[in-house]
């Protein structure tokens, strides 16, 4: 375990007065033309255009059925409810993520280091990575709602410190991602240009905005210019299938009134070469299972 520093050069400000808008000062795709890994160079060049990859089939369908029975193992364990990783579902009060899952079970925590799954972060990023942050979702059909538009690098920069854009995520689906049971959205090329936010961070903020979020909203009028000049895609597929997004990508998505449940286990990585400072914008730091302290790198 290492121990972040305690401040480096803020280069995208956010949570100020007024929202700015900043050109990217990183490069999206860390490796150097050629790096061996197991993405292809076509789809590289879509993430580095787009800001996202999807990935038909990821995870066998014999694997699915493991690790949707370690989800559902998980969300039904009475002590996992009552364990401060977990969040609500504000309506139901059913659990409707579940932190640090690459620590909490051991079969998670073989996904996250899986040669298909870190492997790509590495040649992405250009480096080793550690896990900044893992979770398991779950949105059960008849009313779970949504998250609204946003990018995480604007949150993980101004509350965990992650000083430059060399984040990526990735999202494996559970089960099916129909079209109308509230899949992933992104607006494609957004991550090109930092969105910073206005209004201050309010103390603890994470206990209201992982359920809710208030600070680090992008404006109306802002969100409507990204999704003219960038459109929006959404993301389908069947359970296995996974979806690599970059950590300024502008996404959300919508609440699922339909009959069919949406799950995914969700892994964020994040460079060696980039371990969080201080917070640039919020007084204290989000507890660690949120936001990792902890930069040993996978293996």
């Not at 280069?11 to 860390?30: C, Q």
């Not at 051991?106 to 550690?130: K, T």
């Amino acid at each position: 375990m290492t121990t972040a520093p305690e401040r480096t050069t803020d280069l995208y400000p956010t949570r100020g007065a007024a929202e700015v808008l900043i050109e990217r000062k990183d490069p999206v795709v860390w490796s150097e033309p050629g790096a061996e890994g197991p993405i292809a160079a076509g789809d590289l060049a879509g993430f580095e255009r787009d800001g996202f990859l999807a990935i038909d089939q990821l995870i066998t369908p014999d694997e699915v059925g493991v690790y949707h029975a370690e989800l559902e193992r998980l969300m039904n364990d009475p002590a996992m409810r009552e364990d401060e990783r977990s969040i609500v579902e504000p309506r139901t009060r059913e659990i409707r993520s579940l932190f640090e899952v690459h620590r909490i079970s051991e079969l998670f925590g073989r996904l996250a280091a899986d040669p298909r799954v870190v492997g790509r972060a590495r040649q992405i990023l250009g480096s080793d990575v550690y896990v900044h942050q893992s979770r398991i979702n779950v949105k059960p059909g008849f009313g779970a709602t949504g998250f609204y538009w946003h990018s995480d690098f604007e949150t993980w920069h101004a509350e965990d410190g992650l000083p430059n854009m060399r984040t990526v995520s990735v999202s494996i689906a559970l089960t099916k991602n129909h079209d109308t049971n509230g899949g992933l959205m992104i607006m494609p090329g957004s991550h090109k240009t930092f969105l910073g936010c206005a209004g201050a961070t309010p103390k603890d903020n994470y206990k209201r905005s992982l359920q809710m979020q208030d600070a680090g909203i992008p404006s109306d009028g802002t969100l409507t210019h990204f999704a003219s000049d960038h459109g929006i895609r959404l993301f389908t597929g069947e359970a296995g299938s996974a979806t690599w997004f970059d950590c300024n990508a502008m996404h959300g998505s919508g609440d699922n009134i339909t009959p069919y449940p949406r799950s995914n286990v969700f892994i964020v990585f994040n460079s060696v070469e980039n371990t969080a400072v201080e917070p640039f914008a919020a007084p204290v730091r989000r507890p660690e299972f949120i936001g990792a302290r902890d930069f040993t790198p996978v293996k």
